[in-house]
């Protein structure tokens, strides 16, 4: 918050001088321990946030050399001399705790290529792959284990 403050003072005066750098960041703490006083925020909270922001970003990182990887599979998979491709349904439970992480990770599914999340019902996954060889290790994939560890980060 305290780093959106500033950056939204910088913004609405439209130029970038110390004098106004400086007011800034005096004006953004004034706000951030305002909100720490009355709006039941903390520094704590505020570092946690920041953290996790910088996890996500990794996670999205994953996220994009995954589609990436799997837009390759599906490439080979059809050019590929192989006559019959094995389409797949899998259900699987999941162990994390939140609802929001279970949604970014049917997302996550279906998102990448040969792979799409059909249902999502409590921590029950059902999932239609292109093959059967993309079906390998979904319930603990690495979109898993960095969601289990997003969720730690809150703890």
Known sequence: ???????????????F?????????????????????????????????????????????????????????????????REMVEPVMVTFHTDLKSRTARVILANSITLTPGTITVSLNGDRLIVHCLDKSMADGMEDSVFVQMLRKLERLGE
């Open 1 to 15: 918050m305290l780093l959106l403050f500033f950056l939204v003072w910088l913004i609405f005066n439209g130029a």
């Open 17 to 81: 001088t110390v004098e106004i750098a400086v007011f800034g960041v005096v004006i953004a703490l004034l706000v951030f321990a305002f909100i720490c006083k009355f709006m039941d925020h903390s520094i704590k909270k505020e570092l946690l946030l920041y953290r996790r922001g910088l996890y996500f970003l990794g996670y999205i990182f994953t996220l994009i050399v995954e589609i990436i990887r799997a837009n390759i599979a599906v490439t080979r998979l059809i050019l590929s001399r």
